[in-house]
């Protein structure tokens, strides 16, 4: 049987520990795939889809987003391009229990991580997952849901309510 570590969340939009801008992996080492794997946990255990290491009490740049339907782990990831083009759409946070707020974000993203072999790999993402990602990078900047100020949509399509990670 596999052994389960599921963490416990930190919570709260004025909780130092949320507020940190992590710092870049060296490289990964065992700590950092036990890391991955307890984070894992924890996201399927709280329901979300994605999670970053500040939200288990890590200071490591490192976060777990769904990816085309697949979990996927990013070490040191990087936003490297964002379109001008936005999208709105309301989001959760598990780690700011029962807040929900429309959200608006590039629409399209490119980022660069290692994967957990600590090779690089760059992609370019589009509507929810772009979303995700930049969800969880800006944990791993110590930013919240909460700091993006409320605008207007500019595209037409809000999407149903998502929680996030
Ligand atoms: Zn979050």
């Known amino acids: 049987m596999v052994r389960m570590a599921v963490l416990p969340i ?25 890391l991955l794997k307890d984070m894992t946990d924890t996201m399927h255990a709280a329901d979300g889809i994605g999670l970053a290491a500040p939200q288990v009490g890590s200071q490591h740049r490192v976060c777990i987003a769904t990816i085309g339907g697949r979990l996927t782990a990013l070490i040191n990831p990087e ?14 946070c598990l780690s700011l ?3 929900w707020m429309d959200v608006t974000r590039p629409t399209e993203i490119d ?22 990602v930049q969800h969880e990078v800006d ?22 309510a998502k929680r996030l990670a």
């Open 111 to 132: 980022i660069k991580y290692w994967n957990e072999e600590g090779q690089e790999e760059e992609r370019h993402l589009v509507y929810m997952d772009a979303r995700v």
């Open 10 to 34: 930190v919570t709260g939009g004025k909780n130092p520990v949320l507020r940190v801008k992590t710092k870049k992996v060296p490289k990964v080492t065992r700590d950092i795939k036990k």
């Open 97 to 99: 229990p029962n807040v």
């Open 79 to 92: 936003i490297t391009w964002r379109s001008t083009l936005t999208d709105t759409a309301e989001e959760g």
């Open 139 to 160: 944990h791993l900047d110590g930013i919240l849901i909460i700091d993006h100020v409320k605008k207007p949509p500019v595209a037409s399509h809000v999407h149903d």
